[in-house]
T-cell receptor, first 112, second 113 residues
Framework: NAGVMQNPRHLVRRRGQEARLRCSPM?????VYWYRQLPEEGLKFMVY????????ESGMPKERFSAEFPKEGPSILRIQQVVRGDSAAYFC??????????FGDGTRLSIL | RKEVEQDPGPFNVPEGATVAFNCTYS??????FFWYRQDCRKEPKLLMS???SGNEDGRFTAQLNRASQYISLLIRDSKLSDSATYLC??????????????FGKGTKLSVIP
């Protein structure tokens, strides 16, 4: 009974490159949420998706960040032209709808 | 005022001690409340939901005071394995945005042998 799966666990990128973070929700869960945790900060909501739909992206930076959850395959959080300030832990959570949300073990993104 | 505020600690307590964490939230319309724990460089894991009537799960007791917008977590008979950061988490509303969890920065607990 696999939990929320995220990969990669660690990702290193140089400034200006693209970062792609993947998240497979728990079996039976069709709701996916992305959160970002900056060093010494609490988790901040970024985006909420259901299959093929973005429900709420109010927490996403307006530029360079995008998310999708296609009909087949994992949810993808994409960061274009990364900058040092994008260094953080990115957590994905899933639920069957409503609460509680179950979290994956995160992707730690480091920008050189 | 921050949306969810917690004492960052650290709380250093001996094994067997009782320790209490407090949390306040700013949005009086908040509907549901949780405590998560997060081990170093790991994901948040749900510890327990918090109900108005108060609830207990083994050594853990959670309380909610809606009038004061205050949540607490009590850990009795602390174990070394309780060492972690405890996150106070609030679901801000029941309508639109009811899926957005708002996290406190966490309170760090170290249980010492």
């Amino acid at each position: 009974n696999a939990g929320v799966m995220q990969n990669p666990r660690h990702l290193v990128r140089r400034r200006g490159q693209e970062a792609r973070l993947r998240c497979s929700p728990m079996k039976g869960h069709s709701h996916v949420y992305w959160y970002r945790q900056l060093p010494e900060e609490g988790l901040k909501f970024m985006v909420y998706l259901q299959k093929e739909n973005i429900i709420d992206e109010s927490g996403m930076p307006k530029e360079r960040f995008s998310a999708e959850f296609p009909k087949e395959g994992p949810s993808i959080l994409r960061i274009q032209q990364v900058v040092r300030g994008d260094s953080a832990a990115y957590f994905c959570a899933s639920s069957p709808g409503g609460q509680p949300q179950h979290f994956g073990d995160g992707t730690r993104l480091s920008i050189l | 005022r921050k949306e969810v505020e917690q004492d960052p600690g650290p709380f250093n307590v001996p094994e067997g001690a009782t320790v209490a964490f407090n949390c306040t939230y700013s949005n009086s319309a908040s509907q549901s409340f949780f405590w998560y724990r997060q081990d170093c460089r790991k994901e948040p894991k749900l510890l327990m939901s918090v109900y108005s009537s108060g609830n207990e799960d083994g050594r853990f007791t959670a309380q909610l005071n809606r009038a004061s917008q205050y949540i607490s977590l009590l850990i009795r008979d602390s174990k070394l394995s309780d060492s972690a950061t405890y996150l106070c988490v609030v679901n801000p509303s029941s309508g639109a945005g009811s899926y957005q969890l708002t996290f406190g920065k966490g309170t760090k607990l170290s249980v010492i042998p």
